[in-house]
């Protein structure tokens, strides 16, 4: 039972298998391979329009190289204070962007709303004192696991444009929050204002594989330079490619974040269901937050299952009285139904 | 008959296995799953002393991030001038130091000399005013396939003490150049000075795997803060470090390195006894660069064979008539000998 | 009457007359000039020991040079969130540094706490996940008018070096922080854990000079290149020199802070004794925050005095009504009591 | 006689004069003031056009800020190799850049021609590979005292729109380049295609000032965050205002700048005369290289003169034979005639 992340699982099966299919013959290095042509395709047809799209390796990655397209080194970004960019990629965003400055924004839920945004702008009135206000990063789903309505992204879509901001979405569990609206990619992406998106596919079972995904062709000028200049740019890139394509086909991506979030809700219904636990916070995605008794806790560190505690942080989550503890469990394609079942048996 | 590069060919069955072994269970993200921990215990073998290592994609990551530990901001490098991480990273080694500035040295066949370090050293003379003197970086083996002597490397190290530089050693092809001189890599790096190397596998058969390798603890300080924020640490690591597992176990990699070198020198041989094609430089690892007439070339290139012109540039090779043309060809740990045969048949 | 900033008023005479007495025969440039050599020695006698300094003619690049020295680019600083650093240098700090993150606090009165730090850096678990904490920085007096007393900088280093921190001081306005607490320099400073400290002098009667003092030689190892590289070298330094020396001669700089001082306290007095006004926050050094109704600004905003409304953020001040509006005034060496007793009437 | 370098003399008394009156009153501070206003006047009539200036402290800012604006990050600048922001800026340009690299050529007498910019764009074959061309940057007057004729420049500003590069001049001699060529300020720059220029004062009698001037207001955009940002934007900016306001009136720019040339001529013709002395190059502005037997060398070097010794690099200057020295004597407004005479005499 390992609940700690959806990237301690391993690769799915098919992904896999479409690695060793590729490893035949030589193949043009530095993504001049066909693979990576026709995975160029498939991201047109996933959106329902031409897009430029990117293969890359890390999310942090795909967080940062796209941020550097949408923001100059003066600039400033608004996002969670929680988001993956402002608290867990050691200033990566600074790094790629040359000195951009994260506005971190205190959101319920691990989601930010215009309002926010609005007022944090309102206290941009130094003029070159400050940076200049330039983009907004969320993040679909969220760090808490929760999910932008597509009202809420198509309002961040019209901030954006009456500010002159770009609008960035880290995608990193894209899947999980598209089947959670039960939307098309299109709706929750460019029809609702977003520029560019981290597309995330190793946390859903790929091994190694990340996308930018540009909605303005004109971010994506000289992306292979910037690409390139982070190291990022893999010689033999059909085996990135390759995993990418067998990731949209045959809506395996679907498919394995449909799986992620029906066992996070069975494990958040299952705890909810113990008349000491509460939920944090909503569970809408594949991440289950669980408020409990210290020796409600320590009944279940003391079992099999791998988990993190989770710390409460501004006003994100339900407050955690003093002898409670906050957890977070991650289902991924990989969690079984029996691993729920037998971890909800540990509280019942 | 492809000899474009090393890096078109595909994944060693080996490593091919080794990362499907890999894929059972669950693991910790992030470096911390059990395969990793073994990757650095061989490379304390292989080195036969402690080192740290850490496993990255790209070579680029792999030579800018080692560099960045290296010099400081306003520090200078000194290489060739056409080494990797002076023409070919698109500005990597300035973005991961944060600016600092190569000194691109003009050397035969490749390689750099101690005294042309010197030389360059003398120009230094303006105090602030110039960048501080910080690493000497060499190529081994290098851009034209040729290998320092174990002398050489130790007059850098010998150098690099004396004017209190580092000794950073790009080991893109770093078994090419250790089963070409047929020494150990302990003699090959640290014990000739060596500060730390870019330990390559993806061009002998990995898909995706480098490593820094640091014999000075100190600049392994942080490592893993500068790996995270250049988005390098990849959250299923494991699969990593089942491709270095592999490559360096049964001497695979210096198998693999003996076969392609081996190719080499056989494809060198037969062009060479071709009347009117001669080497450009000597071939000593995996790579010939062979002059011959234009109508010579355009046989060749009307041929199924894939390969490179390459230009002259500086004084790195023999003159290049007008009426000639210089071709890099790469042999790999896949290259046949039946190919090799067929293409020296082609000029025969 | 101008209470918009010290920074309106111009340059003290004595300051004046020495750079036109430095304006004879030639002089090595790039701080060779003797001026520059007495100026140093100066130093170390304000100090009461050796110290390296550095003239620079900003403050921002004394606070993002100092820094630079301290902190790695994947470091974390930690400050005021309202810091001028953090709040006023449009993402200075994060430019010279490569890319520090600034942990902004949100104290009362313009100042951080010890407990602050440590609470915030007990959120730093996430290892290289996380950027690495490396430096604080305080600032004397703050952004406020505020003053640390010596036991609370003395608190600072100790915690500085408990946790292996730099411990930065932004003194742009360090004479009036001397003066209220009527200490010595170096009570102020290096006696109580600071490592580097930026040395203002323009806000108090220099035309563009301020310095950085290091009372840690490692940290001022290679700073001439951090100058330089920055375009902060001036080629004529002898007239940032000769105004330091006139600055640090006679108390010409003590005398000026004392006077700006005394000048805020009778603006602070004066204003409070208003029956609808009080202070936003304590007078310690040559700055006012006085809240009043709207009705009352109106009148103060119709006369030709200059100041600015001033927003209150965080937990930072007392709280300012719906109906009430905070104004900052700041004196300086030049301030006149007839224009305090001018402005006070205008209230009374 | 002081012939080490044009910045070792002080101020110009009218300058001087100018910051005196400037000091009166207060002002805004922070660029607001009228005295800057004004200058933005200036320079239109100067230019005959509308442009965007800003006034900064250091020829070294001037040029890397504006290299900042005309480059990526993953840029390449053609300059000459021995170029001021190549050779003696300590890696300025990488720093404010980002990490753009410079394409150093060696050109003849300090000067480089479209012809090498072209061949070094020749060698632009690897697409991402390599950096992206960006910007060509020529020195005017150059670091060897030569001048660009008109036709130069447009050959440049020719060669840059047909590739699609910006073209900067570093101007920190620009009046000595341009009583040189006799011709307008608007000729000598965005007439002939020049799209920003480093306008240096203070080598001619300014104290610390010098600007950047935009001919295309694209650039211009923002400039106010990277003058912040670069800890160049001062408080009390009127007094850098007050210089170059005082410069450009009255010509005393021209005026001092024809005085320097005139001087320099008299040097070189005085020098040549002497059988067993000859020039490096010719003496187009305020710089003379004379070649001498180190036996007179010796003799000047015992004398109270001060000049620098010139190391020949590259093809630059005429050939330096083994028993001679090279040196380097720059004239400046403030260097009589009787210094010159004097030091003529030394070897006559």
Same mark, same amino acid.
């Given at each position: 039972?390992?609940?700690?992340?959806?990237?301690?699982?391993?690769?799915?099966?098919?992904?896999?298998?479409?690695?060793?299919?590729?490893?035949?013959?030589?193949?043009?290095?530095?993504?001049?391979? &066909?693979?990576?042509?026709?995975? &160029?395709?498939?991201?047109?047809?996933?959106?329902?329009? &031409?897009?430029?799209?990117? =293969?890359?390796?890390?999310?942090?990655?795909?967080?940062?190289?796209?941020?550097?397209?949408?923001?100059?080194?003066?600039?400033?970004?608004?996002?969670?204070?929680?988001?993956?960019?402002?608290?867990?990629?050691?200033?990566?965003?600074?790094?790629?962007?040359?000195?951009?400055?994260?506005?971190? #924004?205190?959101?319920?839920?691990?989601?930010?709303? /215009?309002?926010?945004? *609005?007022? $944090? #702008?309102?206290?941009?009135?130094?003029?070159?004192?400050? /940076? *200049?206000?330039?983009?907004? $990063?969320?993040?679909?789903? $969220?760090? @808490?696991?929760?999910?932008?309505?597509?009202?809420?992204?198509?309002?961040? %879509?019209?901030?954006? !444009?009456?500010?002159?901001? !770009?609008?960035?979405?880290?995608?990193?569990?894209?899947?999980?929050?598209?089947?959670?609206?039960?939307?098309?990619?299109?709706?929750?992406?460019?029809?609702?204002?977003?520029?560019? =998106?981290?597309?995330?596919?190793? *946390?859903?079972?790929?091994?190694?594989?990340?996308?930018?995904?540009?909605?303005?062709?004109?971010?994506?000028?000289?992306?292979?330079?910037?690409?390139?200049?982070?190291?990022?740019? #893999?010689?033999?890139? !059909?085996?990135?490619?390759?995993?990418?394509?067998?990731?949209?086909?045959?809506?395996?991506?679907?498919?394995?974040?449909?799986?992620?979030? &029906?066992?996070?809700? !069975?494990?958040?219904? %299952? @705890?909810?269901?113990?008349?000491?636990?509460?939920? %944090?916070?909503?569970?809408?995605?594949?991440?289950?937050?669980?408020?409990? /008794?210290?020796?409600?806790?320590?009944?279940?560190?003391?079992?099999?299952?791998?988990?993190?505690?989770?710390?409460?942080?501004?006003?994100?989550?339900?407050?955690?009285?003093?002898?409670?503890?906050?957890?977070?469990?991650?289902?991924?394609?990989?969690?079984?139904?029996?691993?729920?079942?037998?971890?909800?048996?540990?509280? %019942?």
């Amino acid at each position: 039972m390992d609940f700690a992340s959806d990237n301690v699982y391993g690769v799915d099966a098919a992904i896999m298998e479409a690695m060793a299919r590729a490893n035949t013959g030589t193949a043009a290095s530095y993504a001049g391979d &066909e693979i990576t042509a026709r995975v &160029e395709k498939q991201f047109n047809e996933v959106f329902e329009r &031409e897009v430029k799209v990117f =293969l890359l390796t890390t999310g942090t990655a795909a967080n940062c190289l796209a941020l550097s397209t949408m923001v100059p080194p003066y600039g400033a970004i608004f996002c969670h204070g929680f988001a993956h960019i402002s608290a867990d990629e050691c200033g990566a965003p600074e790094f790629f962007t040359g000195g951009a400055k994260l506005m971190g #924004l205190d959101g319920v839920a691990g989601k930010i709303t /215009p309002k926010m945004v *609005k007022d $944090s #702008l309102a206290g941009f009135i130094r003029a070159e004192h400050d /940076p *200049k206000p330039a983009a907004i $990063s969320i993040t679909q789903s $969220s760090e @808490l696991g929760t999910v932008y309505s597509l009202d809420e992204v198509q309002a961040f %879509g019209e901030l954006a !444009r009456a500010k002159n901001l !770009r609008l960035h979405m880290d995608g990193a569990r894209f899947a999980n929050a598209l089947v959670s609206l039960d939307c098309s990619p299109a709706e929750m992406t460019w029809q609702a204002g977003v520029d560019a =998106l981290s597309f995330g596919a190793t *946390k859903n079972g790929a091994m190694m594989v990340e996308a930018v995904v540009f909605f303005d062709d004109k971010l994506a000028v000289d992306f292979e330079h910037r690409r390139m200049r982070a190291g990022q740019l #893999l010689s033999k890139n !059909r085996f990135l490619a390759a995993q990418m394509e067998a990731y949209l086909s045959n809506d395996l991506w679907l498919n394995n974040a449909r799986h992620a979030n &029906e066992m996070a809700a !069975r494990l958040a219904g %299952g @705890l909810s269901a113990a008349s000491d636990i509460r939920l %944090g916070v909503d569970c809408q995605a594949n991440e289950v937050f669980a408020i409990m /008794p210290r020796a409600t806790h320590d009944v279940l560190a003391k079992s099999d299952a791998v988990f993190h505690p989770w710390l409460a942080s501004g006003s994100d989550t339900d407050t955690v009285g003093n002898d409670e503890i906050m957890i977070r469990l991650v289902t991924s394609f990989q969690t079984t139904r029996d691993d729920v079942d037998a971890f909800v048996n540990l509280v %019942g």
